[in-house]
């Protein structure tokens, strides 16, 4: 597809690591400015090729003296002519590089710490207090600012922010780019408004009129397939395909005989006459539910999953005809996460995205999402006019059920995890509770335990719930639910799913474990 956002002035952040890059970047967008994220070593001609109006250096977890240091792959007093925001690492490297000195610092600073600004005249601080509270997480300290530098704002004792005499060039060591710097929002608005001067022109509604228009050209009078998940992201990936050139794209919705109670049935009709999509719905389940007998271990399980939705795809686009593009919700995280300073991440579960379809079958692929956030595709979907009741679903994986029965899946299980999925999902509602966690469902453990019922002794399988809160899915914590409401799912789950006679509570977060338990 295009350029991305080429369209619009752009901020560029170059990543060093952090863990809050991709906050920065978000709160770029939300002063609705066009913001992309690449490497730290990227060419300076891919740099300039975006035309930035302003470029911000992210923070790290390594010291700008180390040998394999990160640095920028250019001079960026001479290569560049925009201005330039360093953050924490990226405050450093700019000293380093320009001729000040950056040192181990005694006095390492996590957490909150109280800045003090010495030149309320910064275009930075502008119309700031001139003492304020910063989230802080670094180790080194810069000892010598840059020659053409003046210190502008300090914590205890420590320089923390600078800025060169020509007012193009800033750092500062604290984070503004998270809550627990409560002006950082102002701060960095301050850089994009008042030093970079760019636009505030990117929108939810400009994204969707320009996929439309990119996919208009591009598809011309071709056809498209979707496979639908039920999901938020490939609902409103097809959304936007469907404005665009309507019933030339086929939608393929595929009963695995791993959803959610009723979700196969509910989902077709709405897709069909609340969105007016041209959907195929297609019942494989004898198909899925048979292939996966006797698999036990979770990547065979993913394996056998993953090739049976590429088979089915493939059969039914044969049958459609001369399909050359394939749609899929692909978000920026996941984009990111291949390019990034870390470098492509381990596997750790093999995702299903219909991989291996697009060269199998030599398809194009469509992914309009490509540039955006989880929340900025919610707020698409609204702008779209997608109900509300897919749009606050919580997240569900491809492989569906199979990967939340350990152990074998067979339709004794899947109906174990259904029921307890339905009731979980039913009191998350009753407690107000189900749009404040991101995901909630319960896991179906391959141990039975001893109990007794009445007055007889069972020996009947464990579920786990899990529950937890997150922004992006890529960390998490264990949700805390009330205990009342805990109490509740038990007595429920134990008393109308039959088959369990325990339940017990995840309170592990990610990392270290991870959100599905296979
Ligand atoms: P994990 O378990 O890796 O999950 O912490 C992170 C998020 O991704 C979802 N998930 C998947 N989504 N295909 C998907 O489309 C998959 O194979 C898959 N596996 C996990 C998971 O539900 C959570 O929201």
Known sequence: MNQPGSSHEAIIVLDFGSQYTQLIARRIREANVYCEILPFNAPAETVASRKPKGIILSGGPASVYDKDAPKPSFNILEETDCPILGICYGLQVIASDLGGEVLPSNNREYGYARLFISERESPIFKDLPGEMDVWMSHGDQVTKIPPGFRVTAHTEGTLNAFEDLSGRIFGVQFHPEVAHTPFGGRILQNFLFRVCRVSADWSPRTIIAEQIQIIKSLVGDEKVICGLSGGVDSTVAATIVHEAIGDRQTCIFVNTGLLREGEFETTCALFKQKMSLNVIGIDEEGEFLSALRGVTDPEDKRRVIGK?????????????????????????????????????????????????????????????????????????????????????????????????????????????????????????????????????????????????????????????????????????DWARLPHDVLARLSSRLISEVRGINRVVFDVSSKPPSTIEWE
């Open 308 to 476: 049976l939705f590429i088979d089915t795809f493939e059969r039914e686009a044969g049958a459609i005809g001369n399909v050359k593009f394939l749609v899929q919700g692909t978000l920026y995280p996941d984009v990111i996460e291949s390019t990034s300073v870390r470098g492509p991440s381990a596997v750790i579960k093999s995702h299903h995205n219909v991989g291996g379809l697009p060269e199998r079958m030599r398809l194009r692929l469509i992914e309009p999402l490509r540039e955006l956030f989880k929340d900025e595709v919610r707020i698409i979907g609204r702008e779209l006019g997608i109900p509300e009741e897919f749009l606050s679903r919580h997240p569900f994986p491809g492989p569906g059920l199979a990967v939340r029965v350990i152990g074998e899946v067979n339709p004794e299980h899947l109906r174990i995890v259904r029921d307890a999925d339905r009731i979980i999902e039913e009191e998350l509602r009753l407690a107000k509770l189900y749009d404040s966690v991101w995901q909630a469902f319960p896991v179906l453990l391959p141990i039975f335990t001893v109990g007794v019922m009445g007055d007889f002794r069972t020996y009947e399988r464990v579920v786990a719930i899990r529950a937890v809160t997150s922004a992006d899915g890529m960390t998490a």
